[in-house]
T-cell receptor
Framework: DTAVSQTPKYLVTQMGNDKSIKCEQNLGHDTMYWYKQDSKKFLKIMFSYNNKELIINETVPNRFSPKSPDKAHLNLHINSLELGDSAVYFC?????????????FGPGTRLLVL | GQSLEQPSEVTAVEGAIVQINCTYQTSGFYGLSWYQQHDGGAPTFLSYNALDGLEETGRFSSFLSRSDSYGYLLLQELQMKDSASYFCAAENQGGKLIFGQGTELSVKP
């Protein structure tokens, strides 16, 4: 019973390509996030959605576009991939009230741009 | 700016106690979380402190002092499986988590 799932797990692609990463959570949470973890393990928030509405939008190149078709799904589309986009991308979700304190992370998508 | 400082690495032996410190500087601070991440894995939640004091969950405890902008994670009765990276993360009132750089804990036999 996977709580937060992401596809694909690995993604190897050429510079300039466009790719998408999908995320789904079956926890009934209202809030979902995208994080980027670089090679030094620095974990940085990119976006957050609450019930399909964008609530956090960090300083991320506009080549990155999140989309939330419903509150259980948050996808990330990346246009014109660059070498510096190589990283692990984690999706996460959290509930409301006190359960907001815990974020549940997906297994990550390892993106390598060549 | 917003930043968190924690040691980059800590080494300890099985059965010992280790403390990982975290100092933070963020606007609109709401609470401090701790996450564990094994190599190749996802971050997993360990604990959260919104109020000053100690929170205990089994072998792990976390402490927060809001006046000192400081917290720590205490791991007791260390086991080999505790070897991992540990991240402190400050939550602001907008629900955003700002993560520290992580502390790599190595547990030796």
């Amino acid at each position: 019973d996977t709580a937060v799932s992401q596809t694909p797990k690995y993604l190897v692609t050429q510079m300039g390509n466009d790719k998408s990463i999908k995320c789904e959570q079956n926890l009934g949470h209202d809030t979902m996030y995208w994080y980027k973890q670089d090679s030094k393990k620095f974990l940085k928030i990119m976006f957050s959605y609450n019930n399909k509405e964008l609530i956090i939008n960090e300083t991320v190149p506009n080549r990155f576009s999140p989309k939330s078709p419903d509150k259980a799904h948050l996808n990330l589309h990346i246009n014109s991939l660059e070498l510096g986009d190589s990283a692990v991308y984690f999706c996460a979700s959290s509930g409301q009230g006190k359960s907001r304190e815990t974020q549940y992370f997906g297994p990550g998508t390892r993106l390598l741009v060549l | 700016g917003q930043s968190l400082e924690q040691p980059s690495e800590v080494t300890a032996v099985e059965g010992a106690i280790v403390q990982i410190n975290c100092t933070y500087q963020t606007s609109g601070f709401y609470g401090l979380s701790w996450y564990q991440q094994h190599d190749g894995g996802a971050p997993t939640f360990l604990s959260y402190n919104a109020l000053d004091g100690l929170e205990e969950t089994g072998r792990f405890s976390s402490f927060l002092s809001r006046s000192d902008s400081y917290g720590y994670l205490l791991l007791q009765e260390l086991q080999m499986k505790d070897s991992a990276s540990y991240f402190c993360a400050a939550e602001n009132q907008g629900g955003k988590l700002i993560f520290g750089q992580g502390t790599e804990l190595s547990v030796k036999p």
